[in-house]
Nanobody, 124 residues
Framework: QVQLVESGGGLVQAGGSLRLSCAAS????????MAWFRQAPGKEREFVAR????????YYEDSVKGRFTISRDNAKNTVYLQMNSMNPEDTAVYYC?????????????????WGQGTQVTVSS
């Protein structure tokens, strides 16, 4: 069973960048598609991006396309989310999730493995 630990959150000004990391342990990392979700106060947890097991496919939520990049290093059992041109609407707790399929899913209820989350705050 895979365990996930996120890091890299913090406070950034609008227009700035952050890179989140999610380290996996306790399972075979390449058996899982990986995804990032986020949850703002008072809102539902929403899909941000996903990446297939072999890194060959990525998919993004419309509001982050062209600004965020998901990647993974299978040798390091880590998935990343590079966030550029950030705006205050990106403020949320960001979670990584693992799915034991090749391509993953976009609905949070379909994921069984989650990290604890990392806070990202973008000031205007």
């Amino acid at each position: 069973q895979v365990q996930l630990v996120e890091s890299g959150g913090g406070l950034v000004q609008a227009g700035g960048s952050l890179r989140l990391s999610c380290a996996a342990s306790g399972g075979t990392f390449t058996n899982y598609a990986m995804a990032w979700f986020r949850q703002a106060p008072g809102k539902e947890r929403e899909f941000v991006a996903r990446i297939s097991r072999s890194c060959s496919m990525t998919y993004y939520e419309d509001s982050v396309k062209g600004r965020f990049t998901i990647s993974r290093d299978n040798a390091k059992n880590t998935v990343y989310l590079q966030m550029n041109s950030m705006n205050p609407e990106d403020t949320a707790v960001y979670y990584c999730a693992a799915d034991p399929t090749n391509w993953g899913k976009v609905n949070s209820y379909e994921y069984n493995y989650w990290g604890q989350g990392t806070q990202v705050t973008v000031s205007s």
